[in-house]
């Protein structure tokens, strides 16, 4: 079966790297399209994939078709395109719903938030699906999710929450690991930037994996590290003081970023439904 991705940048081309390194599928079955085409061309040259000619000729040629532009770009191209209605669309836009895509593509449509991290072939891809979708078309979209990392399946409602925590994540945690560095330089400057990123990242790569492969809950992580009555307790108690207001406030912040997004995005949608009247 062919895949057509549509829009490479860092996430189109993100799935086109690790389908490929996955070998979840042959490179010549996997159709890419991007509107300045130099992008599209560098990964023919690297990976093998084939370009095509136009989206249109893409959505001609490949069964499950991955849109892959930002937001507001998703409905004005599907619009641009005529899909037939037995090729499933996967739409992974943040605020773009199943529901809007349908507005356009009367079959199967499915959402799907990556992560930038699954070209490691880790992290977790959020996966809802329209009733419309077949058993076949689900089964061959888990495959091609599970060979890059986790899949969790997800209600509307959960959705934008695990957003944060799965895709918005690896940019939040470089946000406070690079915090936590110029902490540490600002406290102790000999110590110098380099060293304090290189250390965080290995503990970081360290802590990550022992709290999956002992299966730690991260409460006998945090037991296991704070001798009783030593260093660490004072840090954990700064945290607990400074921390919960922070997260809380970053949800609230993304949250309503979520709800303007879909704002726009309904506006596309109602604008749409005033030329078919
Ligand atoms: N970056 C992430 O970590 C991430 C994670 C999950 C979901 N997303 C979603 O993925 C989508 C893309 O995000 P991104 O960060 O890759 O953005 P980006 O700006 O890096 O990429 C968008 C790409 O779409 C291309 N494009 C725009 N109009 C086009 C058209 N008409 N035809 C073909 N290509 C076109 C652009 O040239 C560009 O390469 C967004 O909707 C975003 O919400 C991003």
Redesign the pocket.
Known sequence: MRIGI???????QMLVKSFCKSEAIQPENVLV????QA?ADKLQAEYGVTVAAT?QALCEQAELIFL????L??LP?LRGLSVAADKHIVS?????SIADVETVHAGPVSKV????TSSELHGVSLLTNSGKVSAEQREHLLTLLSAIGTVQVVTDAEIETA?ILS?SA??LIAGILDSFAQAAVRKTPELGIEAARSILVETMLGTALLLKNEQLGFDQLIERVATKGGITEEGLRVLDKTLPGGFDELFAMTSSKHAALKELVQKQVGEHSDEKE
């Open positions: 549509i829009g490479l940048g860092s996430m189109g399209f991007n509107r300045t992008k989206a892959c532009t930002k937001p770009d998703v191209v992974v836009a943040a605020g773009v938030i990556p992560t930038v957003t895709s690896p940019g």
